[in-house]
């Protein structure tokens, strides 16, 4: 359906894209996700055909956006991250405009604009301004703007970003249910959307492929070692030599060492071996209560901090914030 291969974008001395590859079979969801600044408007932009890459290539259904753009654009419906609507047409007037465009053929337009209507659910703001609509409508009306003519692939920009959680319950439904007769391509910087909605995620930074796998492979993979938090009365040497007896244990980190006597750790062990009856016992009968003990596993947003985290050390100032705002939108 599609295949990137080793696309590169230059703007002057930076990289936007470095060296992409990847493929996608006919309807699947593939989600785009990275930090800000990360490639993934540059790499949309460049499938689109909207920007040239510096090399590299775009294959849609065998046609090369660069070589035949007429023809690759023919199965491409692409939702910039701010949709290009005109405010003073009404949104019907609008779909009509997008279909002649696109070259809908007239015996079929009608049908087509009301059937998009009904599926992306504004028929009844048909006649209504666009500068009058909500947000969350604003975003449907260039949802149906992409997928008129019924293109094969559909290209998504954070195509919930400023909704609020009703809406962007609707849009992710409303990008389900395309999947079902189109391949669909969307970005997102919210790891919890890019879970729940793509059958493959790929993770970019700085232009870069950092990991590219199912959403459950990633968290299987990368669940390859379980975290034990520990809170425990007793000496610090006799904890230690305890768990350092427990087979399976990778890694014993001590947090905090209050004055009287509570000790907080953390435990990292081989994923397939469960240790915690073995702790238990073992700092029972060196007298060591235990007061807390918590599993956590790693959740795609740990995979995620994980894989990036050596480019963020790198980097400015402006990064932390950025990955506060993943935390962020992600507790919603
Ligand atoms: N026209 C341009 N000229 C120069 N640099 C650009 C241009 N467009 C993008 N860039 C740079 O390329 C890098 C990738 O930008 P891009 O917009 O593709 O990232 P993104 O992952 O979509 O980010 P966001 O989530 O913030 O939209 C950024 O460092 C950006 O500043």
């Given at each position: 359906?599609?295949?990137?291969?080793?696309?590169?974008?230059?703007?002057?001395?930076?990289?936007?894209?470095?060296?992409?590859?990847?493929?996608?079979?006919?309807?699947?969801?593939?989600?785009?996700?990275?930090?800000?600044?990360?490639?993934?408007?540059?790499?949309?932009?460049?499938?689109?055909?909207?920007?040239?890459?510096?090399?590299?290539?775009?294959?849609?259904?065998?046609?090369?956006?660069?070589?035949e753009p007429e023809k690759a654009k023919k199965s491409i419906g692409y939702l910039p991250e701010i949709p290009p609507l005109y405010p003073d047409m009404t949104t019907k007037e609008y779909l009509n405009f997008v279909a002649d465009i696109k070259g809908v053929k007239k015996p079929v337009k009608e049908n087509m604009i009301l059937e998009i209507m009904e599926l992306t659910k504004i028929t009844d703001m048909a006649d209504r301004l666009i500068k009058h609509l909500s947000k969350g409508y604003k975003q449907r009306v260039g949802l149906a703007g992409a997928i008129m003519g019924y293109p094969d692939l559909i290209i998504l920009d954070e195509p919930t970003v400023g909704l609020d959680p009703m809406q962007i319950i609707e849009i992710r439904d409303l990008i389900k249910e395309l999947s079902k007769e189109h391949t669909v391509i969307l970005s997102s910087h919210i790891l919890s959307e890019v879970s729940t909605l793509c059958d493959l995620v790929m993770i970019i930074n700085k232009g870069k492929l950092i990991v590219s796998d199912t959403p459950e492979n990633l968290s299987k993979h990368m669940s390859a070692t379980n975290r034990i938090y520990l809170m425990v009365h007793g000496e610090k040497e006799t904890i230690e030599s305890v768990l350092k007896n427990i087979d399976g244990i990778i890694h014993i980190e001590f947090e905090e060492e209050k004055e009287d006597g509570y000790i907080t750790l953390t435990v990292e062990s081989e994923g397939s071996i469960e240790i915690r009856e073995d702790i238990f016992y073992g700092l029972a009968a060196a007298q060591c209560p235990i007061y807390e003990l918590k599993v956590t596993k790693k959740s795609l947003e740990d995979i995620f901090l994980e894989l990036t985290k050596s480019e963020v050390e790198d980097d400015d100032q402006e990064k932390p914030e950025e990955y506060g705002e993943i935390k962020k939108e992600e507790n919603q």
């Amino acid at each position: 359906m599609i295949e990137v291969k080793n696309l590169i974008k230059q703007y002057g001395n930076q990289r936007a894209v470095d060296d992409l590859s990847f493929s996608l079979e006919k309807g699947k969801i593939l989600g785009f996700l990275g930090p800000n600044g990360a490639g993934k408007s540059t790499t949309m932009n460049i499938i689109t055909g909207y920007i040239s890459a510096t090399s590299g290539s775009v294959i849609i259904d065998g046609n090369d956006i660069l070589q035949e753009p007429e023809k690759a654009k023919k199965s491409i419906g692409y939702l910039p991250e701010i949709p290009p609507l005109y405010p003073d047409m009404t949104t019907k007037e609008y779909l009509n405009f997008v279909a002649d465009i696109k070259g809908v053929k007239k015996p079929v337009k009608e049908n087509m604009i009301l059937e998009i209507m009904e599926l992306t659910k504004i028929t009844d703001m048909a006649d209504r301004l666009i500068k009058h609509l909500s947000k969350g409508y604003k975003q449907r009306v260039g949802l149906a703007g992409a997928i008129m003519g019924y293109p094969d692939l559909i290209i998504l920009d954070e195509p919930t970003v400023g909704l609020d959680p009703m809406q962007i319950i609707e849009i992710r439904d409303l990008i389900k249910e395309l999947s079902k007769e189109h391949t669909v391509i969307l970005s997102s910087h919210i790891l919890s959307e890019v879970s729940t909605l793509c059958d493959l995620v790929m993770i970019i930074n700085k232009g870069k492929l950092i990991v590219s796998d199912t959403p459950e492979n990633l968290s299987k993979h990368m669940s390859a070692t379980n975290r034990i938090y520990l809170m425990v009365h007793g000496e610090k040497e006799t904890i230690e030599s305890v768990l350092k007896n427990i087979d399976g244990i990778i890694h014993i980190e001590f947090e905090e060492e209050k004055e009287d006597g509570y000790i907080t750790l953390t435990v990292e062990s081989e994923g397939s071996i469960e240790i915690r009856e073995d702790i238990f016992y073992g700092l029972a009968a060196a007298q060591c209560p235990i007061y807390e003990l918590k599993v956590t596993k790693k959740s795609l947003e740990d995979i995620f901090l994980e894989l990036t985290k050596s480019e963020v050390e790198d980097d400015d100032q402006e990064k932390p914030e950025e990955y506060g705002e993943i935390k962020k939108e992600e507790n919603q």
